[in-house]
């Protein structure tokens, strides 16, 4: 069965840096995600990327400042965070792209001003 393990995740102040960790067990696939929730809100998608990592999507209010890779090798997923801005305090989570598969605990992001 498929399961996602985020971790990285911590308080930092604004304009610092972090790394998201995402371990996927079970099958590889081809696309994967980045998505975050706040409270309240429906879970967002942050940024995605295919299998070879050659093609990303970013939802316009991260371009330029998250990238998001893989290692397929290890079944890994990774968003680099800099430039954080309050509003990026969230929950992170990762999945499937389009999410198809369980929900992990995420990984908490809290950005002070």
């Known amino acids: 069965q498929v399961q996602h393990v985020e971790s990285g995740g911590g308080l930092v102040q604004a304009w610092g840096s972090l790394r998201l960790s995402c371990a996927r067990s079970?099958?590889?696939?081809?696309?994967m995600g980045w998505f975050r929730q706040t409270p309240g809100n429906e879970r967002e998608l942050v940024a995605n990327t295919n299998y070879m990592g050659d093609v990303t999507h970013y939802t316009d209010a991260v371009k330029g400042r998250f990238t998001i890779s893989r290692d397929n090798a290890k079944n890994y997923l990774y968003l680099q965070m800099n430039s954080l801005k309050p509003d990026d305090t969230a929950v992170y989570y990762c999945?499937?792209?389009?999410?198809?598969?369980?929900w992990g605990q995420g990984t908490q992001v809290t950005v002070s001003s």
């Open positions: 999945n499937s792209f389009p999410p198809e598969d369980p």
């Open positions: 079970g099958c590889a696939t081809y696309f």
